[in-house]
Structures are given as C-alpha cells and as structure tokens.
C-alpha cells in the first residue's frame, strides 16, 4: 500500500475551488462576513498568496491524514506493523482478495462526511462558543469543511 501524493495534492487543491465558490458573495460570502464580522475594508488588507498558500498546506495535512480513514486498506498495513514485506503471506493473500474493496468516491465521500461531522462540526462549534460566534457562522463554516471533506475522501479513496 503506496501513498499516493497525486490523489492527496488533488484533494488538497479540491479545497480552493470549493472556497472560491462557497465564500463567493452570491453564495454564503456575505453571510460569513456578516456573522464573522469582517468588513470589505479587512479583507483589502490580506496578504492572498500568503492566506491561498496556508490555506493549501493546511489542506495537504487533512488530505493526508484523511487517506488512512477513507482507505481501509491502511488498517491492514497498520496491522502488520506498516511493513508488508515483513508480514506473513496470509497479508499477501487479504491485500490480493481485497486490496481495492471499497474504493470508490462515494465510499470516500461517505467516510469524509462521517469524518467533518463528528470531528470538524465539534471543533468548530466548541470554538464558536467561546469566541461568541453564532450558530449561523457555525454552519456556514461546518458546511465548507463537510463538502471539501466530501470531496477529499471521495478524490482520495477513487484513485488507486
């Protein structure tokens, strides 16, 4: 089992695109602005390559972290201690039975929802309670993280 960077650097990248659509005015930009309250004036002001750059890294990590759960194939390699020629041939013959089993995008969109729902919509909604967010803000924020983990496990778990 490799690691395959295309799918992971493709997933990460996934993430622009789902931002410039969701965050575009006509869609839930201006509700963010308003319950994040941020005015056009500060967003003049931001260095975007910078923001655009993080924004990717960031991403890359979820993407390679999200790998191990939208792939099943990893429990395997972890169960044999992540080295494969030092398993037993019984790994040989899982990996061969079922070394692409449930790789589609739906299978890693499914486990990327599962994923933001109970780990991105807590985190941001723990957060939100103590910055004195609104649940609104709360949402739209979720809502972004749920697509692009969608999107990122399914991108992730489809190329073999």
Partial sequence: MEINWIAILLAAFSTLIV????????????VWMKEAKLTEDDIKGVNM????????VYAFLISFVLQMVVIHQFGALGMVGGKPELAKPSY???MADYGTAYRTF??????????????????FG???LYERRSF???MVTTGFWVVCFMIMGGIICMMQ
């Fill in 136 to 138: 609104k803000y709360v």
């Fill in 106 to 123: 739906k299978h890693g969109a499914f486990h990327g929802f599962i994923m933001s729902l109970f780990m991105v919509f807590p985190l």
């Fill in 92 to 94: 040989a013959a899982f």
């Fill in 19 to 30: 931002g410039f659509i969701w965050y575009n005015p006509k869609v839930f930009g201006t």
């Fill in 49 to 56: 390559f910078k923001m655009l750059s993080l924004t990717f």
């Fill in 126 to 128: 723990t957060s939100a």
